[in-house]
C-alpha cells in the first residue's frame, strides 16, 4: 500500500509520521476532500460533531459506520452503530477485510496538494505583514523532522491542521476541543517533559499569550526549554475575520476597532525577557527564519514575536459551518451572508 490516501482530524494528525515510517508514501489530502467522495464513513470513537462534519453536511452522501463504546454517540447521523472497543471491532474487521486494498490515488493529485501547501506557506514576495500560513511554512522550514508543534487556540489550530506536515510520530499537538486559550505554553511544558530531546515549538496569538503567560517563567525555572513563536495580530484576529465573514463590521475584536483611549502597542518580546526567556522582535520572515536558528541553538526557553496581518487567511477547506446570520438587517453584507447560509441551510440532512 504505496500511495494510499491518508486523511486525518485533530488526534490523528501527529500520528502521520508515525504511518509514514511503515509506509512507502503517504499524503495528506484535505479531510472535506476525501470525505466529500467517500462512500463510506467508519467512525472511530468519533461523536461526529459539528465541526467534523462539517454541521452535517460534509459526508451525507456516505453511508456511516460508527464504533463507540456509548450507543448514544454510535447512533449519530443514522449510522450503522457497532457498540464495542474500538480495537477489539477493528481486529475483526481486519480480519474480515484480508486481502482488501484501497484503489491507489493519483501522483497528480498529490503534487497538486503539496503545492498549494507550498504556495501559501511560502514567504510573501512584498514585505507586507505575512499571514499564520506563511510564519508556520517559515518554522517549518527552520525545525527538524522531529520537532513537536503545540497550540490551542484562534485561527492557528485551523492552519496548522491544515498545513503542518508531520514527520514523525507525535508531532503535532494541538488542544482544540474548546478553543482553550492559554494552553500553550503550559502545554508546552508537559510536551517537553514527556519529550525532553526533541524541539517544543509553542505556537501562540498575542490574545492568548496575554491570557496565560506566567507558565514561561515556569519553563525557565525547570529547565524545560520551550521555543515560543508569537504572532501579534493586534487582537482576536479569528474572531473578527468570522464577523466579517458573517457580513458584520469589525467590533471590539482587533484593539484598533474597540473602545481605547490609548491604542495599546504591547512590547512582547520585553515581557517575555522579563520572565527569564531569550527573546527577540523580527520583522519579516527571512528574519524569522534566522531566529528559529538562534533559538533552536539556545540553552533556555526562546520567545520570537512578529506582527501579522489579522485579515488574512487560507480557504477554509471546502467544508460549511452553522453559524446563523440575522434576516433583517440595514447592511447589504449581512443580506448577502444571510442568502448563503439559507443556502448552506440546504445542504444539512434532516435527522428528525
Not at 527552520?142 to 520537532?147: L, R, W
Amino acid at each position: 500500500p504505496g500511495q494510499r490516501p491518508l486523511a486525518g482530524l485533530r488526534l490523528g494528525h501527529g500520528e502521520a509520521g508515525g504511518f509514514g515510517q511503515r509506509l512507502q508514501r503517504v499524503f495528506r489530502l484535505a479531510v472535506e476532500h476525501a470525505a466529500a467522495r467517500a462512500d463510506l464513513v467508519v467512525g472511530i470513537g468519533t461523536r461526529l460533531a459539528d465541526f467534523t462534519t462539517g454541521s452535517r453536511s460534509l459526508f451525507e452522501q456516505a453511508q456511516k459506520f460508527q464504533i463507540n463504546v456509548q450507543p448514544f454517540d454510535a447512533h449519530k447521523h443514522d449510522a450503522l452503530a457497532v457498540v464495542g472497543d474500538a480495537r477489539t471491532v477493528l481486529q475483526a474487521l481486519s480480519a474480515a477485510l484480508a486481502g482488501w486494498r484501497a484503489p491507489a490515488i493519483a501522483a497528480d493529485e498529490m503534487k497538486a496538494w503539496n503545492a498549494a501547501v507550498d504556495a501559501v506557506t511560502a514567504a510573501p514576495a512584498k514585505q507586507n505583514l505575512p499571514s499564520d500560513a506563511q510564519v508556520i511554512g517559515a518554522v517549518q522550514r527552520s525545525v527538524g523532522e522531529d520537532a513537536i508543534v503545540v497550540c490551542a487556540a484562534g485561527g492557528l489550530p485551523g492552519e496548522l491542521h491544515k498545513l503542518w506536515r508531520t514527520s514523525r510520530s507525535d508531532g503535532y499537538h494541538v488542544e482544540y476541543g474548546y478553543s482553550c486559550m492559554g494552553y500553550e505554553i503550559a502545554g508546552g511544558i508537559g510536551v517537553k517533559m514527556a519529550a525532553p530531546d526533541r524541539d517544543v515549538v509553542v505556537m501562540v496569538g498575542d490574545g492568548s499569550y496575554l491570557m496565560l503567560n506566567s507558565e514561561l517563567a515556569s519553563s525557565v525555572m525547570l529547565g524545560r526549554k520551550l521555543i515560543v513563536v508569537l504572532l501579534d495580530n493586534r487582537g482576536y484576529g479569528c474572531i473578527n475575520r468570522l464577523q466579517h465573514a458573517t457580513g458584520g463590521a469589525g467590533f471590539n475584536n482587533l484593539l484598533v476597532d474597540a473602545a481605547h483611549a490609548v491604542l495599546p502597542s504591547i512590547d512582547f518580546a520585553a515581557h517575555a525577557a522579563s520572565l527569564g526567556a531569550l527573546s527577540e522582535h523580527v520583522g519579516t520572515i527571512a528574519e524569522l527564519e534566522s531566529a528559529m536558528g538562534r533559538a533552536r541553538a539556545a540553552e533556555r526557553s526562546y520567545v520570537v514575536v512578529i506582527d501579522t496581518d489579522p485579515l488574512k487567511a487560507t480557504e477554509a477547506g471546502g467544508w460549511w459551518w452553522d453559524v446563523a446570520v440575522p434576516e433583517v438587517s440595514e447592511r447589504p453584507e449581512v443580506e448577502a451572508a444571510r442568502r448563503a447560509y439559507e443556502q448552506g441551510i440546504r445542504q444539512k440532512k434532516d435527522l428528525s
